[in-house]
């Protein structure tokens, strides 16, 4: 069975306007809302636009040991400082996932394919459940979709053994195109949206930049995990610029990295990945009305107990944009 790659353009990247979806639209009474005129003994309708901004938790001890059996009146959610009314919360998540996992198919990466494709083969049958979707991408010279989201496993060990493997490494046009992909998921409550990316940091492809990738991330709400591949080390030729990209982006997204220095240690850090996404707390509030806004708003979770603030470590996303999707 052949599963036909998808070709990203790259080239493209840099040319094409993005498209801002507007806010969903939800009736919702609210005391700075418009209210159209009614006709008599007509039940008059308030309608609002508003988003409900998700964010993913991950709270663990001093130990780094995930904390569970915590409840929504722990948590104190704020936006630019101002505390927010958290309307919506699962603890351990259940909620559905909507992942890309992203494959560096370059030379300086893909070395033991067999191994590789295993380790990604057991991740998905670990992870993905009924209301989970994955989309599956190979990068190297452009980027790949080669399997679109779907929760069909056999799909996607198919679309495992279809990757290529090319010379050079288009790491941020992986980044930014993966993000835009999730962008056009599905919105419900409490879906996360996260981007998983198997790279030893190199972007030799020189077409999308760190900035435009990180943005394009925030503005999806996608949690970047990356798992780094470092060959030796000590290496003198380590790309120790785009590691430190990495991490950063990841930091910034609310995810986590990884480094992997033996690649039998691929399997491992796969379901370190699968823990920490099992092990999250989703809160959700509604973003206050501020007019026609594009700027980045910065979110902040804590613990309301003075005591647990100083005993837990809590990770999430650094802030949402405003007209993100």
């Known amino acids: 069975m052949r599963v036909a790659g ?64 915590l409840k929504q009146d722990d948590f104190e959610i704020t936006e630019d400082g101002k505390v927010q009314k958290i309307a919506y919360f699962e603890k351990e998540s259940s909620t559905p996932l909507s992942i890309v996992l992203a494959i560096d198919a370059s030379e300086s990466v893909l070395r033991n394919e067999a191994l590789e494709k295993n380790a990604a083969k057991r991740f998905v049958n670990t992870l993905l459940r009924e209301q989970d979707e994955l989309d599956l991408m190979d990068f190297s010279d452009t980027v790949r979709e ?13 679309g495992l053994n279809e990757i290529q493997r090319g010379a050079a490494t288009a790491l941020f046009d992986a980044v930014y195109l993966a993000a835009d992909r999730l962008s056009q998921t599905r919105n419900d409550a409490g879906r996360r949206r996260v981007l998983v990316l198997i790279t030893d940091g190199s972007d030799t492809a020189k077409r999308s930049r ?19 591949i470092v060959p030796i080390w000590a290496d003198a030729g380590r790309n120790t610029g785009g590691e430190h990209a990495l991490v950063q982006m990841s930091n910034d997204t609310g995810g986590k990295y990884f480094y992997v220095e033996d690649k039998k240690d691929l399997e491992p ?25 594009t700027s980045f708003r910065a979110v902040k979770v804590r613990m309301k107990d003075p005591e647990l603030k100083g005993k837990y470590e809590l990770r999430h996303r650094s802030g949402y944009y405003a007209d993100g999707k």
């Open 269 to 293: 850090a796969f379901a370190r990945v699968s823990d920490d996404l099992r092990t999250q707390y989703v809160l959700g509030y509604y973003a206050p009305q501020r007019g026609t806004d």
């Open 6 to 69: 998808v070709v990203l353009g790259a080239t493209l990247l840099l040319q094409a306007p993005i498209v801002r979806r507007p806010p969903i639209k939800l009736v919702q009474p609210d005391e700075d809302s418009e209210q159209q005129p009614v006709e008599q003994g007509q039940v008059p309708t308030i309608r609002v636009q508003t988003r409900l901004v998700n964010v993913a938790v991950n709270v663990v001890d001093n130990t780094g040991a995930p904390v569970g059996g």
């Open 146 to 158: 080669i399997v679109p989201f779907t929760n069909q496993k056999k799909k996607i060990e198919a």
């Open 210 to 228: 760190y900035g435009q990738a990180l943005e394009e991330a925030q503005r999806a709400g996608a949690m970047i995990y990356s798992i780094i």
